[in-house]
C-alpha cells in the first residue's frame, strides 16, 4: 500500500517570504509518479507538477520549486518570495504503475497562509 | 490536458433525498474517478468509473450510496443517496486522458451542504 505524509498541517508567512513545504512518501513499487496540487478556498484542484521516479532532477517553474531525494523518499515543495495569492492548502500525491489501474492516494495537505 | 465541466457546483440539500452530480469531459478518457473530501480533510478515492462496466468502490463506499454510470468515455454521473449532514463535502471527478496515462486532472469540485 502507498502512503504519503505532509506532517506540516498549517504554515504562517509574511509576505516574500520563501517557504518549504514537506512531503514523505511511502511505496513498494519501483515506478511511481509524484505530483503537487494547489487547493485555493474555491475548492477547485490546480495541477502543478508530476515527477516519475526515475527523473530525480529539480525543477523551477517561476517562484515554484520541487526537490525530489529518492534517498529520503521525499518531494518537498518550495515557494520563493511568497505572496497572498499563494494562500491555499497543497496536497502532495502519489499514484504506481499498477497495469490497467491508477488511483491516487493523497497526503492530509498543508495549508499555507501568507500575510501582507 | 482534458477540460472538464463539473455541474452543479454547489447545493444545499434536505436530508434523506438524493442528488446526481456530472462529469463531463472534453476528450475520451480512459478512466474516471470520484472523489470525496470531507470539511477540514483530504481527498479520499470513492470509486473509479470504467465505461460499459460497474464501478469499482473503495472500501467503505457501497453502490447503493453512492451509484456511478458511466454511459461512454466522455461522461459520468454520481448519485448522492439519502443524504445526511455527514454527507456534506466536496466531491471532485478526475481522469485520466488516453494519451497521458498518468495526468490526472480534476472538475471543479461539487460543494454539498446537507441540512
Known amino acids: 500500500a502507498q502512503k504519503v505524509t505532509q506532517a506540516q498541517t498549517e504554515i504562517s508567512v509574511v509576505e516574500k517570504e520563501d517557504v518549504t513545504l514537506d512531503c514523505v512518501y511511502e511505496?513498494?513499487?519501483?515506478?511511481?509518479?509524484l505530483f503537487w496540487y494547489k487547493q485555493p478556498p474555491s475548492g477547485e484542484l490546480v495541477f502543478l507538477i508530476r515527477r516519475n521516479s526515475f527523473d530525480e532532477q529539480n525543477e523551477i517553474s517561476g517562484r515554484y520549486s520541487w526537490n525530489f531525494q529518492k534517498s529520503t523518499s521525499s518531494f518537498n515543495f518550495t515557494i520563493t518570495a511568497s505572496q497572498v495569492v499563494d494562500s491555499a492548502v497543497y496536497f502532495c500525491a502519489l499514484t504506481v504503475m499498477n497495469s490497467g489501474y491508477s488511483t491516487l492516494t493523497f497526503g492530509k495537505g498543508t495549508m499555507l497562509l501568507v500575510s501582507p | 490536458s482534458a477540460v472538464i465541466s463539473q455541474k452543479p457546483s454547489r447545493d444545499i440539500c434536505q436530508r434523506g433525498t438524493s442528488l446526481t452530480i456530472q462529469c463531463q469531459v472534453d476528450s475520451q478518457v480512459t478512466m474516471m474517478f470520484w472523489y470525496r473530501q470531507q470539511p477540514g480533510q483530504s481527498l479520499t478515492l470513492i470509486a473509479t468509473a470504467n465505461q460499459g462496466s460497474e464501478a469499482t468502490y473503495e472500501s467503505g463506499f457501497v453502490i447503493d450510496k453512492f451509484p456511478i454510470s458511466r454511459p461512454n468515455l466522455t461522461f459520468s454521473t454520481l448519485t448522492v443517496s439519502n443524504m445526511s449532514p455527514e454527507d456534506s463535502s466536496i466531491y471532485l471527478c478526475?481522469?485520466?486522458?488516453?494519451?497521458?496515462?498518468?495526468?490526472?486532472?480534476f472538475g471543479s469540485g461539487t460543494r454539498l451542504t446537507v441540512v
Open positions: 511505496t513498494r513499487d519501483t515506478t511511481y509518479y
Open positions: 478526475s481522469v485520466i486522458g488516453q494519451a497521458d496515462n498518468y495526468g490526472y486532472t
